[in-house]
């Protein structure tokens, strides 16, 4: 009897010990499988890339903490349009080149502002919520090199704050240099989207005009280059965001009539000519909008059609410049009412803030900015004014 409870206790632990390994593999095997089975998404952080290691603190600095400033803004109207704004051109700063410990040191070594030093995505979130501007049209920078980096930036931001930013890939091709170019080809792109498939939004913004100083030259619209990208753009549902040169209108008009399955939008003063009245001549920009349903036009030339948000330029200068609101507004809706209203469901306000412009992303000049655009947007014809503040740009990703 002894003999025989002996064997009972021996077989069970064997069925015990035997257990354990098979049910460790079938664990193992099945988180595997589960694993595998399932895509990353853009709020997923869980990527190699996203671990900690070299790139860990330059993340963590340009997202930042909200510290918000309070600042007091300037009165441009006694009754100013109290809607939500989208602001649709905004240019997000690049961060450093590489994971450096110092980023003063980077910073003063760089021709351009840090983010995580100079400025960071939650300053720029404390920024719009003083203006009360509901969301932007992010451009982030994508460079060839840093193509990981860039990507993985991007969807931190998303993910910490996925209402504030349209995020919109903007990626040349070292178009400081000669043979340089404002976009990469199409295979960069390509593999560049594929980081994070599903994260962006647009495609630009795209500067298709000459760089100065020896940069790369314009490139046309209907270029082989641009002509290869676009299916990709239909395929991942972007939105074409083009700056255009001058000359340029005709070729714009025919790839947005060959593409009716891309939402384009476009800017840029090349394609406006002062008259001797004082008003700008919008004859190209109207004659585009005029062709094409599936085109918006972005504004960011107000202030009595000088923009003066360039790194050349100066904060003092632009404050100055303002002083003589009234008669800048008078200027900016004698140029710009009547094609608003004529054709309401194709215009949008924009800032152009700019990421080489580091004094264009402080508190006090967002609001300067804001309180303006809604003085502007006041004289426009009540039908009409909410499309310009938001409504297409929230149809237009809608669509």
Same mark, same amino acid.
């Given at each position: 009897?002894?003999?025989?409870?002996?064997?009972?206790?021996?077989?069970?632990?064997?069925?015990?010990?035997?257990?354990?390994? !098979?049910?460790?593999?079938?664990?193992?095997s099945?988180?595997s499988?589960s694993?595998?089975?399932?895509?990353?998404?853009?709020?997923?952080?869980?990527?190699?890339?996203?671990?900690?290691?070299?790139?860990?603190?330059?993340?963590?600095a340009a997202?930042?903490?909200k510290?918000?400033?309070e600042?007091?803004?300037?009165?441009?109207?006694?009754?100013?349009?109290?809607?939500?704004?989208?602001?649709?051109?905004?240019?997000?700063?690049?961060?450093?080149?590489?994971?450096?410990?110092?980023?003063?040191?980077?910073a003063r070594? /760089?021709?351009?502002?840090?983010?995580?030093?100079?400025i960071?995505?939650?300053?720029?979130?404390?920024? *719009?919520?003083?203006?009360?501007?509901?969301?932007?049209?992010a451009?982030f920078?994508?460079?060839?090199?840093?193509?990981?980096?860039?990507?993985?930036?991007?969807?931190?931001?998303?993910?910490?704050?996925?209402?504030?930013?349209?995020?919109?890939?903007?990626?040349?091709?070292?178009?400081?240099?000669?043979?340089?170019?404002?976009?990469?080809?199409v295979?960069?792109?390509?593999?560049?989207?594929?980081?994070?498939?599903?994260?962006?939004?647009?495609?630009?913004?795209?500067?298709?005009?000459?760089?100065?100083?020896?940069? /790369?030259?314009?490139?046309?619209?209907?270029?082989?280059? !641009?002509?290869?990208?676009?299916?990709? *753009?239909?395929?991942?549902?972007?939105?074409a965001?083009?700056?255009?040169?001058?000359g340029?209108?005709?070729?714009?008009?025919?790839?947005?009539?060959?593409?009716?399955?891309?939402?384009?939008?476009?800017?840029?003063?090349? *394609?406006?000519?002062?008259?001797d009245n004082?008003?700008?001549?919008?004859?190209?920009?109207?004659?585009?909008?005029?062709?094409n349903?599936?085109?918006?036009?972005?504004?960011?030339e107000?202030?009595?059609?000088?923009?003066?948000?360039r790194?050349?330029?100066?904060?003092?200068?632009?404050? @100055?410049?303002?002083?003589?609101?009234?008669?800048l507004?008078?200027?900016?809706?004698?140029?710009w009412?009547?094609?608003?209203? @004529?054709?309401?469901?194709?215009?949008?306000w924009?800032?152009?803030?700019?990421?080489?412009?580091?004094?264009?992303q402080?508190?006090?000049?967002?609001?300067? *900015?804001t309180?303006?655009?809604?003085?502007?947007?006041a004289?426009?014809?009540?039908?009409?004014?909410?499309n310009?503040?938001?409504k297409?740009?929230?149809?237009?990703?809608?669509?």
């Amino acid at each position: 009897m002894r003999n025989k409870k002996k064997v009972i206790i021996i077989t069970s632990i064997l069925i015990i010990v035997l257990a354990i390994p !098979l049910g460790a593999i079938y664990y193992s095997s099945s988180r595997s499988t589960s694993s595998s089975s399932s895509s990353p998404s853009i709020s997923d952080s869980s990527s190699s890339s996203s671990s900690p290691g070299p790139w860990e603190k330059i993340y963590v600095a340009a997202i930042g903490t909200k510290k918000c400033e309070e600042v007091q803004g300037p009165t441009y109207s006694d009754n100013p349009y109290k809607g939500s704004l989208i602001d649709t051109h905004f240019h997000m700063s690049s961060i450093a080149e590489s994971p450096v410990d110092d980023l003063a040191e980077e910073a003063r070594e /760089s021709d351009s502002p840090v983010l995580g030093y100079d400025i960071t995505i939650s300053d720029m979130v404390c920024n *719009l919520e003083l203006e009360n501007t509901k969301k932007v049209f992010a451009f982030f920078p994508v460079y060839i090199g840093m193509e990981e980096q860039h990507a993985e930036l991007a969807k931190r931001t998303m993910k910490k704050y996925p209402d504030k930013f349209v995020p919109f890939i903007m990626p040349p091709e070292h178009d400081d240099k000669p043979d340089g170019s404002p976009t990469v080809d199409v295979s960069d792109l390509k593999d560049m989207l594929a980081l994070e498939p599903g994260l962006f939004e647009g495609y630009g913004e795209i500067g298709l005009y000459a760089r100065n100083g020896g940069g /790369s030259p314009e490139l046309n619209p209907d270029s082989d280059r !641009l002509n290869a990208i676009y299916p990709v *753009l239909k395929d991942n549902n972007l939105v074409a965001y083009f700056h255009l040169e001058v000359g340029q209108a005709e070729s714009y008009k025919k790839v947005i009539a060959e593409n009716p399955g891309i939402n384009f939008i476009f800017h840029g003063d090349q *394609l406006i000519r002062s008259v001797d009245n004082g008003v700008q001549n919008l004859t190209q920009i109207e004659d585009v909008i005029s062709s094409n349903l599936n085109v918006y036009y972005t504004i960011d030339e107000l202030y009595g059609d000088e923009f003066l948000i360039r790194p050349e330029g100066t904060k003092k200068k632009f404050l @100055k410049h303002l002083e003589n609101y009234e008669e800048l507004l008078k200027e900016d809706l004698k140029s710009w009412k009547w094609i608003i209203e @004529k054709y309401p469901n194709q215009f949008m306000w924009g800032t152009d803030r700019n990421a080489d412009t580091i004094w264009s992303q402080d508190p006090d000049i967002g609001l300067v *900015l804001t309180k303006y655009a809604r003085a502007f947007i006041a004289g426009l014809d009540l039908a009409v004014q909410e499309n310009f503040a938001y409504k297409n740009a929230e149809k237009l990703l809608e669509d």
